[in-house]
C-alpha cells in the first residue's frame, strides 16, 4: 500500500496508490505555508468561503444537489495544524464507479466538481462573493469562540498558548478573534490566490484507474508561479519550569503537563521518543492508564501523546480537582521511571506490537493511509509503512531511556471549577 | 452456514452455534486488520426482569454499563495485558439496547478471538474491584456533564420521557453507580450474557469456516440459567414530561434541541423501512441541498453542526432535530412553520430520486468501515432487520410516505424542545 510520486508541475507533487480494496475513490490535496500571525485567520477563513460555491454551483444546494446525484460523494474542506506549519486540507470521496450503474461519466464529473470548488471559486471584481465573505467570517467568529465549549480542547488550546508563547505554535489552527475582525475581502483572496498558485500542493489519491484520474488533474491545474519556500520546521529546546491555573464552569478538572522531548521526526531518536511515549501514556497497558486510573482509581481517561515535528510530549487527564496534587505526583512518578528503565521487556514488547498494530492497520482506511503522510510531506521525508514498522521493531530498551532522559517539563496547566482556582499561577 | 449477499456484492456468513450463539462472518479479502464483536442484548434500559420461575430484580441505574467496565477485571494480570501480548487492541461500549466487547488486530486474530471469547464469559467480581471502579466511573460521568451536546441531548430525553428508562443516562447517576454491589452485577451478568442472547461478528480477511470451528470450539460451556427473560418497562404515557426545559452552561452560544416522541410500533423490517424514510424527511430539512436549509443558514439561524436523527427500537422511537444557535426561540417558530409546510408541498420525483441515490452511495461506502458493518450486523440482528433488504426498501419509499412523515408522525402535542443557554 504505498504511493507512487509524480510531480505534475512546479511545487505539484501527485501521490498515487492504486489498490481495489475499497469501495471508495479517495482524494486529499494539501496545501502547506508556514504558521504566522499575519495569515493563519485569513488561511482558516479560506475553506468556509470556498464550500458557498463555486463559478460553476455559485451555492451551497447547487453543490449538494451535485454530491447527492453524485450517489453521495464527500466534498471537504479544513485546516490542519502540523508542527509550525499550516496547511489547507480539501478532501474528496466517491464510491467507486465500478459498483454503480450508468457511473463511468460520474468520475470525470466529480472531479471537476471538486476541482472547481477548490481552484475555481465564486468570485466578483477581484474578491470573494461578498455575502459568503461577511456570513463565513460570522462562522468562524462563533468557530473560534465555541473552543470554549469543549474543554479537553478548550484546556488543550490554552495549554500550549501559555507554553509556547512566543513561539508561532501558539497560533491556534484557524487564528484568533483580533485578527479575524481585522480581515477584508480584498485581502483574504488576494491570500488565497497565492496559496493556489505558489504553495507546495500534494494531491494524494486512492483507489482503482488511477492514470485516467492522474491525466484529468493534470489538464485541470492551471499555470503556476514560483514555488514559494517555506522555513524548516524547527523545536524549541529551551524548557522553562511554568504553573498554570485557570477557572470556569466545569464538573471535572483538566490536568496537562507538557515536555520539550529535544528530537523531532528528522532525528535519529524519534522512533525511540515514539515508543517511550507507547509505554508511558498511548495504550491501556501504558504506565500512566494502570498507575493513575486502575490502580489510584484517579481518572476515567489518562494518556500521552507526542507533537513529532515540533517535539512535545503532553501528557493529559480529567481529574478531580481535589486530586491534583495526587495525580501529578504519580503522573510525574512514571515518567522517572521510564527515566530510570523501570519497565519491564513485556512493556517494551507490548508497546512495539501495539504501535505496529496501529501502523499496519493504516492500510485499511483510505483516509488514514494518506493522512500518515502529512509529517513526512512536512519535513520532506516521506517513510513508508514498512520502513516505519522496521524502526519501531529496532528500538531497543536502552534507547528508550535516552529518549526519555532528555524529556524536560516546561508547563503544568489546570483547568479548575471556578472558585476553586485562586491565584495560583507562576514558576515553581 | 448461510450466506446473505449483501449490496456491495460481498457475503455475510451467519450460523448459530447449539448454545445458542449467533455468530457472522463478513470476510474482507486484501484488508490487514481483523476486527470481532461480541455483544448482549442488554443495555441501559433493562433495569426490571425476570427469569422463569423467580421473582422481578430491579436494579439501579448505570448497571449495564458498570458490568461492561467490570468484565475487564481478571483474578490474575490483566486482560489489556494478555491483548497487548498479541499487539491487539481491546475496547468495550454501552448503549441503551447493547453492550458490546471488541478487538482489532493486524496480528494473531485466532488467539485474540480465543481471548475476547474467554474474558466475556469469565467474569471476576470481588467487594473491593468493585467499589474501586466507582471513582473511575464518576469521573467518566463528570466528563460527560462537562459536556455541552450531551447535557443538551440528556434533558431532551428526559424532557420526551416521563417513565421509560432510555430518560436516564446509559451510565446512570454519580449516586446511583455509588449503590450498585457486586451480588447485583453478578444477577446481570447471569441473566443477559447467556449465549442465546448474545452475538458474534467477525470482519476481516478470514476464511467463515475457520472462523465458525475456532468459536464453537473455544466457545465455553453455560453452566447457568438459560431460558427466556421477562424484561419489564413501566408504561409510557402518550404525553411528553415537559414540553419546554431550559439550563445554563459557560458556552460561547446556545443549544437547542427539538424532539417528538413516536410510539415504537415498527418491527423488524419495517424498522428499517421507517428509518430510510425518515432518513429522506429529515433531509428535506437539514440537507446541504434543502432549500429550507439554505434560508435558515442566511438568516444565520443555524450552524454547520444542524442535523436531525432517528432512533427506533421496540421499547422507544423518537425524533430530534437541532443545533447550536444564537436565537433559539426564532429558529423554533422557523422549524414549525417549515414542518408545517412540508405537509402541503409535494416531494417531487427527481428530489427524491436523488435523496435516494444518496443514502445509497453512503450505505455502499459504509462496508468500507468494518467495524461500523459489524456492529450495525449485529444491532440489525437483535432487532430482527434483514440487513440485505435495504436496496429493495430503498426503493420502494414513495413520496406520500415521506410527506406522512409531517403530516401523521410529527405530533406536535407529543414534542419536546432542550435548551442549553449560555451562562452569565
Known amino acids: 500500500m504505498n504511493f507512487v510520486q509524480c510531480n505534475l508541475g512546479a511545487g505539484v507533487r501527485l501521490h498515487l496508490c492504486e489498490t481495489d480494496k475499497f469501495k471508495s475513490l479517495t482524494c486529499k490535496m494539501f496545501i502547506q505555508q508556514d504558521l504566522n500571525e499575519e495569515h493563519a485567520t485569513s488561511t482558516a477563513l479560506i475553506p468556509l468561503v470556498l464550500q458557498r460555491g463555486s463559478r460553476q454551483f455559485p451555492s451551497v444546494a447547487q453543490i449538494a444537489r451535485e454530491l447527492e446525484y453524485l450517489y453521495a460523494a464527500s466534498l471537504g474542506m479544513d485546516v490542519l495544524k502540523l508542527g509550525e506549519r499550516q496547511i489547507l486540507e480539501f478532501h474528496f470521496q466517491m464510491v467507486d464507479p465500478s459498483l454503480l450503474p450508468d457511473s463511468e461519466e460520474h468520475l470525470e464529473r466529480g472531479l471537476r466538481t471538486f476541482w472547481g470548488i477548490a481552484a475555481d471559486p465564486a468570485v466578483e471584481n477581484g474578491r470573494f462573493n461578498e455575502t459568503f465573505f461577511s456570513q463565513e467570517k460570522a462562522n468562524l467568529r462563533r468557530e473560534l469562540e465555541g473552543i470554549l465549549n469543549n474543554k479537553h480542547a478548550y484546556a488543550m488550546t490554552r495549554f500550549v498558548q501559555l507554553m509556547c508563547a512566543g513561539e508561532p505554535f501558539a497560533i491556534h489552527k484557524y487564528g484568533d478573534l483580533q485578527s479575524l475582525a481585522k480581515l477584508e475581502n480584498e485581502g483574504v483572496y488576494r491570500h488565497y490566490q497565492s496559496l493556489i498558485r505558489s504553495y507546495p500542493l500534494d494531491i494524494f489519491l486512492v483507489g482503482t484507474n488511477l492514470d485516467v484520474i492522474a491525466n484529468l488533474l493534470a489538464q485541470l491545474i492551471s499555470e503556476r508561479e514560483q514555488v514559494v519556500d517555506l522555513s524548516l520546521p524547527k523545536g524549541v529546546d529551551v524548557a522553562k519550569l511554568r504553573y498554570f491555573c485557570e477557572g470556569t464552569d466545569v464538573q471535572q478538572s483538566i490536568l496537562v503537563l507538557g515536555y520539550r522531548t529535544n528530537r523531532t521526526y528528522l532525528d535519529d531518536g524519534y522512533y525511540p521518543l515514539l515508543v517511550a511515549n507507547g509505554i508511558l501514556g498511548e495504550f491501556p497497558h501504558s504506565k500512566l492508564f494502570v498507575n493513575v486510573r486502575e490502580k489510584a482509581s484517579l481518572a476515567y481517561y489518562v494518556g500521552s501523546n507526542v507533537e513529532g515535528s515540533k517535539g512535545l510530549l503532553t501528557i493529559s487527564a480529567g481529574i478531580d480537582w481535589r486530586e491534583r496534587e495526587q495525580a501529578l505526583a504519580i503522573i510525574k512518578q512514571q515518567v522517572e521511571q521510564l527515566r530510570q528503565g523501570d519497565f519491564s521487556q513485556a512493556e517494551l514488547e507490548q ?27 512536512v519535513h520532506g521525508d516521506l517513510r513508508s509503512i514498512d520502513t516505519v514498522v522496521e524502526q519501531i521493531r529496532a528500538v531497543e530498551q536502552r534507547d528508550v531511556v535516552e529518549a526519555a532522559e532528555q524529556l524536560v517539563l516546561d508547563t503544568t496547566y489546570i483547568l479548575g471549577p471556578q472558585g476553586e482556582v485562586g491565584g495560583t499561577n507562576g514558576t515553581n | 452456514m448461510e450466506q446473505i449477499k449483501l449490496p456491495t456484492g460481498e457475503k455475510l456468513w451467519q450460523s448459530q452455534l447449539p448454545n445458542g450463539l449467533s455468530v457472522f462472518v463478513l470476510p474482507k479479502p486484501g484488508f490487514r486488520r481483523t476486527y470481532a464483536v461480541i455483544s448482549t442484548h442488554y443495555g441501559s434500559i433493562d433495569s426490571q426482569f425476570r427469569r422463569e420461575g423467580e421473582q422481578v430484580l430491579s436494579v439501579p441505574p448505570g448497571i449495564a454499563h458498570f458490568l461492561e467496565h467490570k468484565l475487564f477485571e481478571e483474578e490474575e494480570g490483566s486482560v489489556f495485558d494478555r491483548f497487548a501480548d498479541l499487539g491487539a487492541s481491546v475496547n468495550a461500549f454501552t448503549s441503551s439496547t447493547q453492550t458490546s466487547y471488541l478487538f482489532s488486530t493486524t496480528e494473531n486474530w485466532q488467539e485474540a478471538l480465543i481471548q475476547l471469547i474467554e474474558f466475556v464469559n469469565k467474569p471476576y467480581l470481588t467487594d473491593e474491584n468493585v467499589e474501586k471502579e466507582k471513582g473511575i466511573i464518576e469521573q467518566e460521568l463528570r466528563m460527560y456533564a462537562d459536556h455541552p451536546q450531551r447535557r443538551v441531548y440528556s434533558a431532551l430525553l428526559e424532557g420526551l420521557y416521563q417513565r421509560n428508562p432510555i430518560r436516564l443516562d446509559i451510565g446512570g447517576t454519580v449516586e446511583s453507580v455509588r449503590e450498585i454491589t457486586k451480588e447485583q452485577l453478578y444477577d446481570c451478568y447471569y441473566t443477559f450474557y447467556q449465549p442465546g442472547n448474545m452475538a458474534l461478528a467477525i470482519a476481516g480477511d478470514v476464511e467463515p469456516k475457520e472462523a465458525h470451528s475456532l468459536i464453537a470450539e473455544h466457545y465455553p460451556e453455560w453452566s447457568h440459567y438459560s431460558g427466556p427473560v421477562e424484561r419489564f418497562f413501566p408504561t409510557e404515557p402518550k404525553e411528553v414530561a415537559k414540553d419546554w426545559s431550559e439550563e445554563e452552561m459557560a458556552i460561547s452560544r446556545p443549544q437547542y434541541l427539538l424532539g417528538f416522541k413516536h410510539d415504537p410500533i415498527w418491527r423488524g423490517e419495517e424498522i428499517l423501512r421507517q428509518q430510510l ?17 439554505n434560508e435558515l443558514y442566511d438568516k444565520e439561524l443555524v450552524s454547520d453542526s444542524f442535523g436531525a436523527s432517528f432512533s427506533c427500537h421496540p421499547q422507544f422511537a423518537y425524533s430530534v432535530i437541532g443545533t447550536d444557535t444564537d436565537d433559539p426561540e426564532r429558529l423554533h417558530d422557523e422549524l414549525t412553520r417549515i414542518i408545517h409546510e412540508l405537509r402541503r408541498e409535494k416531494l417531487c420525483p427527481t428530489e427524491l430520486d436523488r435523496l435516494k441515490r444518496s443514502l445509497y452511495g453512503g450505505h455502499l461506502a459504509s462496508y468500507d468501515s468494518f467495524e461500523y458493518a459489524a456492529n450495525r450486523v449485529i444491532s440489525n440482528h437483535f432487532n430482527q432487520i434483514p440487513s440485505a433488504r435495504f436496496l429493495p426498501l430503498l426503493s420502494s419509499i414513495t413520496a406520500e410516505q415521506v410527506t406522512a412523515v409531517f403530516t401523521d408522525l410529527l405530533d406536535w402535542n407529543r414534542s419536546s424542545v432542550s435548551i442549553l443557554r449560555v451562562k452569565g
Not at chain 1, 354 to 377: C, E, F, K, Q, T
Not at chain 2, 277 to 293: D, E, G, P, V, Y
Open chain 1, 351 to 377: 508497546t512495539k506490537v501495539g504501535m505496529i498494530n496501529s501502523m499496519i492497520s493504516m492500510a485499511d482506511n483510505p483516509s488514514s493511509l494518506i493522512v500518515r503522510n502529512l509529517m513526512g510531506v
Open chain 2, 277 to 293: 424514510i425518515m432518513a429522506i424527511a429529515w433531509r428535506l430539512i437539514t440537507a446541504r441541498s434543502s432549500q429550507h436549509f
